[in-house]
């Protein structure tokens, strides 16, 4: 009996460890996306161009653009990562390219904050400010401050390294 009761209780244990080791936190939740990953390195990039340090900056907008094409991959039609998109690839020189993927993400949701921002800022170092000045229009009533950064950038108050 004795040993029937220890048997029993093992397996208890195990069972219990097992239940819990595999029904607590997946390993793969405790993962960022792709697109999580991008982001988090957009904003390493931002710091770095800030601070002047283009060579770290851009070396993390190319990382990010590489997650956010497997992102874009996987799950097509998402403006948010069209946006992301559009940004590392016009910070890395391609404005072209980065128009494409804009455009993609408006024809997927025509009021997106960041994208009209982006977009326009696009225009304005493509000296196409009356472009620029339709992308504000679209921003004019979201009290933003993507409104206010991107008419300080058409108005010469802010300049745009791209």
Do not use: W
């Amino acid at each position: 009996m004795r040993n029937f009761l220890l048997v029993f209780f093992l397996l208890i244990i195990n069972i219990n460890f097992s239940f819990s080791a595999s029904s607590g936190s997946n390993e793969n939740s405790n993962q960022k996306t792709n697109y999580e990953k991008a982001v988090s390195l957009i904003k390493a990039a931002k710091k770095y161009e800030k601070k002047g340090k283009v060579e770290k900056a851009e070396k993390r907008y190319q990382k990010a653009q590489k997650l956010l094409m497997k992102a874009n991959k996987k799950k097509p039609k998402n403006a948010d990562t069209l946006n992301y998109l559009g940004f590392t690839t016009r910070k890395l020189g391609n404005f072209e390219q980065g128009e494409k993927y804009y455009l993609q993400g408006l024809d997927i949701n025509p009021n997106h904050i960041g994208i009209n921002e982006y977009l326009g800022e696009l225009y304005v170092v493509t000296n196409r400010l009356d472009l620029a000045k339709d992308r504000l229009k679209v921003l004019e009533g979201c009290n933003c401050e993507e409104f206010n950064e991107l008419k300080a950038v058409i108005d010469g108050s802010k300049k745009s390294k791209y």
